[in-house]
């Protein structure tokens, strides 16, 4: 059986609060789960300590029988100390087009000139 550890969103429409549950990979996101390993508030303020709670032991022994936390699981685990922190592909999405960056580079060119026009007009004055 392919175990997750992973949250189960529950709360009102626009008012999120996520149980962090140990749960069969192929079963619903908010369906049936094995074990209630903590919760998760994302409303509450980043450095309350109610807003990230987590049995740490259950969590271990589930990591120890196997089973694969998900991204953001595993982001909260790093944070609490219990997985060490590893490497991530950030993608190259954030970068301008091909165009803008040729647009971009034409405009330091122009700057760059301007900046050395009055340059030159301030030595030849002296």
Request: no cysteine.
């Amino acid at each position: 059986m392919a175990m997750k550890i992973r949250l189960a969103r529950g709360g009102s429409k626009k008012r999120p609060f996520y149980r962090i549950v140990a749960a069969d990979s192929r079963m619903p996101r908010d369906g049936r789960f094995i074990e209630k390993l903590g919760t998760y508030n994302p409303l509450l303020p980043k450095d309350s300590e109610d807003r990230v709670k987590m049995d740490l032991e259950r969590v271990q022994y589930w990591l120890g029988q196997g089973a694969t936390p998900t991204d953001r699981i595993s982001r909260m685990l790093e944070a609490a100390g219990v997985l060490d922190k590893k490497e991530r592909s950030n993608p190259n999405k954030a970068k301008p087009g091909q165009k803008a960056q040729d647009r971009a580079e034409q405009k330091a060119a122009k700057a760059a000139e301007a900046a050395e026009a009055p340059a030159e007009e301030a030595t030849a004055e002296e």
